[in-house]
Structure formats: C-alpha cells, structure tokens
C-alpha cells in the first residue's frame, strides 16, 4: 500500500504561478496528477515514469512535472494559471503506466485544492 500526501494548493491570480508536492510512502514506476474541476469528471493532467513525462494538451507548456527519487516525491510546476485549472488536484501512483488516455492509478492522494482568480 503507497500513501500519498500532497501539498502546495491555493489562491492565486491568473498568469501566476504555483507549485504542488506529493511525497509517497514507497516508490512506484508512475507517478502524476489528476484534476477534477467542479460539474466535471476527473482528467489526466500529467505523468512521470523513472525517464519520461507526459501532458494533457491543455497544459502542455505550462506545467511541468518532475520527480526526486531519493524523496520519493513528485512535483508540478504550474505556470501561467488560468481560471480554467481551478481544480482539486490528486497526486497519484502506480506500478505500471499503460498510457495517459487509459491510465488508472491505483494509489490517490486526498487532494488539494487550485484556485485561479481572473
């Protein structure tokens, strides 16, 4: 069993920036983010095997996604926030990463909360 804690979520203006942790208990081959806005389903927001990463198109250039093996923790780089990433965002893990469109994580955090004000 891998817990997950995230941290790093808040209020911020659009066109600023923010920076989320997740520190997981073990280690695991995949590691990655969902969002899930309000009235909408969760989707994939990014993704980090041991040397590859991976983005939803709607935040391609903007987020970036990064891993210290040592910590056991996973980062996002948010930059250039729109209200639109107004979102809860879970760090999530697994042993394996089929691929992003059809990615189910075993392991989720409990969510921290984005907001973007315009």
């Known amino acids: 069993q891998v817990q997950l804690v995230e941290s790093g979520g808040g209020l911020v203006q659009a066109g600023g920036s923010l920076r989320l942790s997740c520190a997981a208990s073990g280690r695991t081959y995949a590691m990655g983010w969902f969002r899930q806005a309000p009235g909408k389903e969760r989707e994939f927001v990014a993704a980090?095997?041991?040397?590859?990463?991976y983005y939803a198109d709607s935040v391609k250039g903007r987020f970036t996604i990064s891993r210290d093996n040592a910590k056991n923790t996973v980062y996002l780089q948010m930059n250039s926030l729109k209200p639109e990433d107004t979102a809860v965002y879970y760090c999530?893990?697994?042993?394996?990463?089929?691929?992003?469109?059809?990615?189910?994580?075993?392991?989720w955090g409990q969510g921290t909360q984005v907001t973007v004000s315009s």
């Open positions: 999530v893990a697994d042993y394996r990463f089929p691929g992003a469109t059809i990615w189910d994580p075993g392991y």
């Open positions: 980090i095997t041991w040397q590859t990463t």
